[in-house]
């Protein structure tokens, strides 16, 4: 007798990505666990070599003594110092930084700091923008000059912070954020999520969220997506910060403990399983994932509205739920008929037409015990 092997974690699941910096990285995370993975890059990021912002930051940093610089990402600090060099400033960018009190927000600044042969002074365990604004607070910031390494967009809270506390600020914008030089991916995207064809959306940085949600505003699907992050598809995000702007909608979000890319995609996949129904109907076992469900051990992939009413009978298993209630259950509504139409492709995606009956007159129910 053989048996089948075991299903991977996220085999039936869908996953949507608009991280523009190492989408790949996380999709194949989420893949190497069973996901399917569709991008949808929200954002892309341009570095700003030729700046003339950049370029005037670091010659008002050079033409005066700083006393504090803060690196806020590895990515930005290392891409500060290409600059300097391309504009023939390298080394006496490094020398002024070497007399500063270095900040480092999290691991991959202090591995940046050091791999340009400097020495960072403080790190917050947290790795967070809060935590080192405080210590920066606490140690006393009046008359100092304060350098910011700034990540793709503004911080005013942080930056207005420590103005308010007396310190001079000089903002190092290295990169910026932009639309998608395509938005059709991310169109296409949201189109999926709203179809119910998404079942996760992993976010690796504020601005992704905000572009996605700009998108679904320029384009009257703002209220739907908000509705369909807030009810059905599992939103995680890698901090508090990178949350904030769905947070401001009410958005719930799972969040890992550490800041991490691999943390994120179990963050991902405990949650996933978490919310995984499970049951006995015709004596069978079902588990139901978001694309697919698992019958005694095999798995069925079932489509988008045949899903819906499958997850609408398994909320009160043994219920009767009439034809308008599963109605409303599809992600695209539509008429009654719609309905006998998903329930004949989950009869056949479950491969058992017994596991759902039909109740003359009434509705629909699941074949279990009573």
């Given at each position: 007798?053989?048996?089948?092997?075991?299903?991977?974690?996220?085999?039936?699941?869908?996953?949507?990505?608009?991280?523009?910096?190492?989408?790949?990285?996380?999709?194949?995370?989420?893949?190497?666990?069973?996901?399917?993975?569709?991008?949808?890059?929200?954002?892309?990021?341009?570095?700003?070599?030729?700046?003339?912002?950049?370029?005037?930051?670091?010659?008002?940093?050079?033409?005066?003594?700083?006393?504090?610089?803060?690196?806020?990402?590895?990515?930005?600090?290392?891409?500060?110092?290409?600059?300097?060099?391309?504009?023939?400033?390298?080394?006496?960018?490094l020398d002024r930084l070497g007399k500063a009190t270095l900040l480092a927000r999290g691991p991959k600044a202090r591995g940046a700091i050091r791999a340009a042969g400097l020495q960072e002074q403080y790190s917050?365990?947290?790795?967070?923008?809060?935590?080192?604004?405080q210590h920066l607070l606490d140690s006393g910031v009046a008359g100092q000059r304060v350098a910011v390494q700034l990540h793709g967009e503004p911080l005013p809270y942080f930056v207005d912070s420590l103005r308010a506390a007396g310190a001079e600020v000089i903002e190092?914008?290295?990169?910026?954020?932009?639309?998608?030089?395509?938005?059709?991916?991310?169109?296409?995207?949201?189109?999926?999520?709203?179809?119910?064809?998404?079942?996760?959306?992993?976010?690796?940085?504020?601005?992704?969220?905000?572009?996605?949600?700009?998108?679904?505003?320029?384009?009257?699907?703002?209220?739907?997506?908000?509705?369909?992050?807030?009810?059905?598809?599992?939103?995680?995000?890698?901090?508090?910060?990178?949350?904030?702007?769905?947070?401001?909608?009410?958005?719930?979000?799972?969040?890992?403990?550490?800041?991490?890319?691999?943390?994120?995609?179990?963050?991902?996949?405990?949650?996933?399983?978490?919310?995984?129904?499970?049951?006995?109907?015709?004596?069978?076992?079902?588990?139901?994932?978001?694309?697919?469900?698992?019958?005694?051990?095999?798995?069925?992939?079932?489509?988008?509205?045949?899903?819906?009413?499958?997850?609408?009978?398994?909320?009160?298993?043994?219920?009767?739920?009439?034809?308008?209630?599963?109605?409303?259950?599809?992600?695209?509504?539509?008429?009654?008929?719609?309905?006998?139409?998903?329930?004949?492709?989950?009869?056949?995606?479950?491969?058992?037409?017994?596991?759902?009956?039909?109740?003359?007159?009434?509705?629909?129910?699941?074949?279990?015990?009573?």
């Open positions: 007798m053989t048996t089948s092997p075991p299903v991977p974690t996220l085999a039936g699941y869908a996953i949507g990505i608009t991280a523009a910096r190492r989408a790949d990285e996380l999709g194949a995370l989420l893949v190497r666990k069973g996901a399917t993975v569709r991008y949808g890059p929200a954002i892309r990021i341009v570095p700003l070599a030729d700046d003339t912002e950049l370029h005037a930051a670091t010659t008002g940093l050079l033409d005066e003594p700083v006393d504090v610089v803060v690196a806020t990402t590895g990515i930005g600090f290392r891409g500060w110092i290409e600059a300097a060099e391309g504009w023939g400033l390298g080394e006496e960018l917050p365990v947290s790795e967070s923008n809060a935590e080192l604004l190092v914008p290295v990169y910026r954020w932009v639309g998608p030089a395509d938005p059709g991916p991310l169109d296409r995207l949201l189109d999926a999520v709203l179809d119910g064809a998404i079942d996760a959306m992993p976010f690796t940085s504020a601005p992704a969220a905000a572009s996605m949600l700009a998108m679904a505003k320029r384009t009257s699907r703002h209220a739907p997506l908000v509705n369909a992050l807030t009810h059905r598809v599992l939103v995680a995000c890698v901090g508090p910060i990178t949350a904030a702007p769905l947070a401001a909608l009410g958005v719930p979000t799972v969040q890992p403990e550490r800041a991490r890319i691999g943390a994120l995609a179990r963050t991902v996949a405990q949650s996933l399983m978490e919310r995984s129904p499970r049951l006995c109907a015709a004596g069978r076992q079902i588990e139901l994932r978001g694309q697919a469900a698992i019958v005694d051990g095999q798995l069925c992939e079932v489509a988008p509205a045949p899903m819906a009413v499958l997850r609408a009978l398994a909320r009160e298993p043994g219920r009767v739920v009439s034809r308008r209630e599963l109605t409303a259950a599809l992600p695209s509504g539509g008429e009654e008929h719609a309905v006998e139409t998903a329930i004949g492709r989950l009869r056949t995606s479950l491969g058992e037409g017994k596991l759902v009956q039909t109740v003359v007159k009434r509705g629909y129910r699941l074949a279990v015990d009573r």
